[in-house]
Every structure is written in C-alpha cells, then in structure tokens.
C-alpha cells in the first residue's frame, strides 16, 4: 500500500511539472455562489443547462479500445465455494451491477488477470476487497468482498492491461494467500442472497373484514334485506376457506392465530402507532375500547332498561322515551361490533408489516433517492428492490466505511432502511481530516450514466471513487488544467486541495467547449469524505 500511496505521490509531482509557470491558488467561496436558476427543484441542474452525454463517461474512454470478451457468466450458487484471484483496493467498495474499470500495471496483479481468464472454476472472474488506510492505523483488509466478471480488456504493448469489470456477487472471504506466481488469491463463500419480503402483507393486506367468518346466511340475510347489496358488500363475502387454501401452513397458522386472538381476547386494549404516516390503527383501538365498554355494561343497561318497561306498562315515565333510548343502545352497540369486526385480521398492524417490506422500502428511498439526484423514473428499480438496494449503497454520498458496512448488510430490507436512514442523517459532505464542509448532499451532480459516484483509474494504475458535485467550498486548485487521460471528454481536470489541511480532495473539471454543459463540476474523492453524517 505504500508504493501506490509513493506512485499517486509521484503522480501529483509529474502533473505540477507541466508547466514551469508559478501554480495558480484560488480559493473557491461559498455554498450558495451559484444560482438557484440553473437548479431545478431536486436539486439537480436545469435539463436545459446540461448538454454533456452522460454515457461517455460510463464508457471509460480515457482507457482506449478494449475488446469484449463476450462472456457472461452465470450466477454462482449460494453457498458455494472457489478460489479467486483477489484485487485488495483501498478506498473502493465494490456493489452487484456497479462497474469498475483496472489498468493493471504491477506484475502480481498481472498474473491474477491471467489467472482469471484461465480459471475454470469461474472464468473471467476476480474477487475485490476493501481495504481501508487509517492515519496511524495498520490497513484492514474487509471480509465480505464482491465477485466481478471481466467485460472487457486490453493488453498493452509494455505488458499492462486494461479492464473493465462489473460486479456480481457477494463473498465471505475464508482465507487469503499468494500463489506462486505472486498473484494473490482467496477462497470465498458466495453469499445467499435472501428474496424481497412482501408477506405477510399479501397474505392479510386484502382480507374482508372479520365478519366474513360470521355464516354466509347472515350475510345472504343482510343482502337480501338491502336489495342486493353493493360492490363493497360483494368484495367482503370472499370465502374464508378459499382464502385459507391458499397460504402457506406458517401462513395459516399465523392467520388462524389472528383470528383466534381476536374473538377470544376482545377485552385486549389495543393502541398502536404509526410509522412515517404509512397506518394508524387508532381508530380500531378506539372500537375495541368502545367495545368493551359496551360489553361491560350490558347487564346493567339490561336491568335499567326492564324497570323502564316495567314503569311504563304501570303509567309511569315516558315509553318514547323508553323506545328511543333502547334504539340508541342497540344503534351504537351495533356500531361498534361492526367497527370491531373490520380491525385488520393480521397479527400485527400493517404499518409494522409495512416497516420490512421491501417493496414499500424501494419506493421510499426511490423517492428519496430522486429528489437527491433528479434521476428519471426509478419504477423498474422498485419492482426490484434488491437492484435497488445495491444501486443505492454503490452511488450514496458517504465514506468507504459506510458503503462497506452497506455491503456487509445481510436482508433487502435491512439495507434499504439503513440507506434510508442514510439519506435522511447525510446533508453535509466534510473533509475527512479536518472536517471541514466542503458540500452538500443536495449539490449532487449526475455526470455519468452509472450515477452521481463512480470508480475510475489514473494512469498510474489507482483507482478512485469520486462523487460529482455542481459546486462546493473549502477548496484550493493545485494545478493548470489538463486534458490528458481526462475521465469526462471534453473536460480538463486540475487537482484540488482542501484549503484548511491540503488534503488532495479530488479534482475541478472545467468545460473546454463553450457550448458543453456545465462549464464545471467538481470531483470529490469518497474515501476522504468524513464519516459523520449528522
């Protein structure tokens, strides 16, 4: 890890070289220089403003022709076991479906790509780690890795190559070790991928109300007595049975429990809560309460009510009076049964149902995710959300840390709620050396088709992950502009310090185009972005 750290050193030295001129320092002031004009409500630029085609940088470009190995290899069972060649790279969590691309210039990793495309176990495969560089701190290398099939490559004439993969699956790294090629290598465990909860709201979330297990000649008696009823009458007479016929025996066995609970135990005081707005049951805590107060006092409603009779049959009081009272009892309990039967048949509320369900979970922090980065319609994504979940964890605005332990999540559901956790606590983006802001969430700007964060590798061989900011503050350039191995064509890149520490936080892309838009965006490079998201 010290030669690259020495390399991307020797690197910034060769780019300062280029010109002998003295270095021009500017400052960059301010959140708020630019105009809100060319930000549309999400925070986004103006689809008028942005010319530039977001699929040049996908591509890569900067690595030159690189061949397709038109390969693709079938997904690997959960569970199973293989040797893979490793790439350990600091600073980068690699996610299923994210792209990477690898100039491969040391002779180890050489090796390991030749033993990739060779391997017949899983060919075209390699496996990345994350390794994480802290100050003072000997380097981890993480335990849970992502498998990444090689799409295209490139060997050079002075024996480099040129990669591009795409990751797949994730592993458990078992044990680690370097053959005798030098290639270091690894024996991983793929992950089994668990599938999007949607139950047991699909089995309850549709049910009729608790009236339907009453006989079906009450219910053919209510019909015929209110003509034949309406559509709403219609979709509360499904039949149990054939309901019952259709679950699972776990299914049943929670559902008959439901049911049993709650014509055996109504004197329960049911209170719930909402979450997020998505259900609130207090209504029916209401009718269970108004319930038992009405069960409680039945007898002595009973009692009151025979000497009211008795009373009026001797002459004395008043027998409307009487009448009316009975009929305002027998209305209100009447009432509160049919209140009572409708309280929802699942054990739990559906908002606690709704609280881990994966498809609910997607189209929330779909939306989020859209107001973050103006993204076009992300329906298919919500139809998947596992797609979803690792889209998110590979493009969101936090450090490497952050998106490892996104990575390390085991559960649809768990990832997506702690991504959204994420988005609702990540408004400011700091150094993470001196924690100085250097932006904020809402200046996120897409400038690839792979999202607002992506890899890409210098020259050199490093690999950086870099988010796209519209503006940003705390920032000193470092050098005059280049266009030499640019990552977005038709922009020229100078390196970029924060202003308090000189920390090498990423790079200032300006337009060499006047018709190119935007004329400039920053690059900020995510392993030096803090970990405090509050």
């Known amino acids: 890890m010290e030669r690259i750290l020495e390399r991307e ?27 809100d004009d060319d930000r549309d409500a999400t925070g986004a630029p103006s689809t008028e403003e942005f010319t530039f085609n977001t699929c040049l940088a996908s591509l890569h470009s900067y690595l030159g022709e690189v061949d397709d190995t038109h390969h693709r290899l079938a997904f690997l069972d959960g569970g ?39 391997n017949v176990d899983a060919p075209y495969t390699i496996g990345v780690v ?46 680690r070790w370097i053959d005798e090629e030098g290639a270091p290598c690894g024996e991983v465990q793929i992950i089994q991928e668990d599938l999007p909860l949607r139950t047991p ?30 559509e709403a009458n219609d979709s509360e007479s499904i039949s149990e049975e054939s309901f019952e016929h259709e679950l699972s025996p776990t299914e049943r066995r929670i559902h008959q429990s439901a049911i049993g609970s709650l014509y055996g135990d109504a004197r329960s005081d049911e209170s719930t809560s909402s979450d997020e707005g998505y259900f609130c049951c207090e209504s029916d805590s209401q009718s269970w309460r108004s319930y038992v107060n009405d069960s409680c006092s039945i007898g002595s409603s009973k009692t009151n009510n025979k000497k009211q009779i008795r009373n009026a049959d001797l002459g004395i ?31 739990w509320p559906n908002w606690v149902y709704r609280m881990f369900d994966s498809y609910c979970l997607a189209q929330r922090a779909a939306d989020m995710w859209k107001q973050i980065v103006g993204s076009p319609s992300m329906d298919a994504f919500v139809r998947k959300p596992d797609l979803l979940s690792f889209h998110i964890a590979s493009k969101i605005p936090v450090s490497g840390s952050k998106r490892q332990e996104l990575l390390e999540i085991d559960g649809i559901s768990y990832r997506l709620r702690r991504e959204i956790e994420l988005l609702e606590s990540c408004d400011r983006i700091r ?17 690839s088709s792979d999202g607002p964060l992506g890899a890409y590798v210098n020259p050199d061989g490093y690999v950086h992950e870099i988010m796209t900011l519209n503006k940003a503050n705390g920032l000193a350039i470092r050098s005059r502009p280049s266009t030499k191995y640019s990552w977005f064509p038709g922009y020229a890149w100078s390196i970029i310090n924060c202003a308090n520490c000189e920390t090498l936080m990423g790079w200032l892309f300006t337009a060499t185009n006047k018709n190119l838009k935007p004329r400039s965006f920053w690059g900020i490079r995510s392993s030096l972005v803090a970990d405090d998201t509050n």
């Open 431 to 447: 150094c993470r050396t001196c924690q100085t802001v250097i932006g904020r969430r809402s200046d996120m700007l897409v400038m």
């Open 130 to 175: 994350h390794v994480s560089m802290e100050p003072d701190v000997r380097s981890r290398i993480a335990t849970t890795g992502t498998t990444a099939e090689i799409r295209q490559y490139r060997r050079l004439e002075d024996g480099s190559i040129n990669v591009v993969t795409r990751g797949q699956q994730r592993f458990h790294l078992r044990r």
């Open 80 to 118: 199973a076991i293989l040797n893979l060649p490793l790439f350990y790279l600091e600073g980068v969590v690699l996610f299923p479906e994210a792209t990477l691309p690898l100039r491969v210039i040391q002779s180890n990793f050489i090796a390991a790509v030749e033993r990739a495309l060779n």
């Open 9 to 35: 050193r020797r690197q910034i030295e060769h780019i300062l070289e280029l010109d002998a001129e003295d270095l021009q320092i500017e400052e960059v002031e301010g959140l708020n220089e630019s105009s």
């Open 201 to 230: 709201r699909d089995a309850f979330g549709n049910l009729g109300p608790l009236s339907n297990l009453q006989s079906h000649r009450m219910l053919s008696s209510n019909a015929s007595s209110h003509g034949c009823g309406d």
């Open 317 to 347: 009081g008043n027998k409307s009076i009487v009448h009316k009272g009975l009929g305002q009892r027998r209305s209100q309990r009447g009432s509160d049964l049919n209140q009572m039967r409708s309280v929802p048949r699942a054990y």
